[in-house]
């Protein structure tokens, strides 16, 4: 079966750094995904990680460990408008399949 | 290219009434997905093509939807004698092999709200 979990929420301060969790036990795996979501807009694409280690892209970082079924979201310089939920994705057939997304982890950044 | 889009955005019917949702994918994206969200839930897949041929269907996708994707570019997603629990934001996504790079990395619409009464 698929299990796909986040913490529900998540609060934090501004200029704050926060790391968002997911665990995943899936029959196949082909690819991590975090996705960014706002209230009632559609997700939008941060990172993908295939491969164990960290990837960087401006404030914002992925890690994997695949033998852990592991990977966290890490949030730096936090800003008001990073209120947000934070989708974890898994892909686990070939190249182009569907993913499967955790429930989400709402967080909540205040000043 | 304008992304994916999806219409109409917003959509109240009455319990037991047919809907249709259009998609249109991001040009030259020969995949396209189907996803149903809830308040306080993650996307749930529905369905996948790949061109015109729809390669998986969750068992989600009961006997009421179908979707279909005639020549490979946008796709219709219909729901049939619709119920209070088909109430939800209807996402499609569109990906291409072009994203290679990226994991084939899925691009999602702005969605289109049911909310059935």
């Known amino acids: 079966g698929q299990n796909i979990d986040q913490p529900t929420e998540m609060t934090a301060t501004e200029g704050a750094i926060v790391q968002i969790n997911c665990t995943y036990q899936?029959?196949?795996?082909?690819?991590l995904f975090w996705y960014q979501q706002h209230a009632g807009e559609a997700p939008t694409f941060l990172s993908y990680n295939v491969l164990d280690g960290l990837e960087e892209k401006g404030r914002f970082s992925s890690f994997l460990s695949r033998s852990k079924g592991y990977s966290y979201l890490l949030l730096k310089e936090l800003q008001m408008k990073d209120s947000a939920s934070y989708l974890c994705?898994?892909?686990?057939?070939?190249?182009?399949?569907?993913?499967?997304f955790g429930k989400g982890t709402t967080l909540s950044v205040s000043s | 290219d304008t992304g994916v889009s999806q219409n109409p955005r917003h959509k109240i019917t009455k319990r037991g009434q047919n809907v249709t949702f259009r998609c249109d994918p991001i040009s030259e994206h020969n995949r396209l997905y189907w996803y149903r969200q809830t308040l306080g839930q993650g996307p749930e897949f529905l369905t996948y093509?790949?061109?015109?041929?729809?390669?998986?269907k969750s068992r989600l996708l009961s006997d009421r939807f179908s979707a279909e994707r005639p020549k490979g570019s946008f796709s219709t997603l219909e729901i049939q004698r619709t119920e209070q629990g088909d109430s939800a934001m209807y996402l499609c996504a569109s990906s291409g092999y072009r994203d290679k790079g990226i994991g084939n990395t899925i691009y999602f619409g702005e969605g289109s709200w049911l909310t059935v009464v």
């Open positions: 093509f790949q061109n015109e041929a729809q390669l998986e």
């Open positions: 899936t029959s196949g795996f082909n690819g």
């Open positions: 994705a898994v892909r686990e057939g070939q190249a182009g399949t569907a993913l499967i």
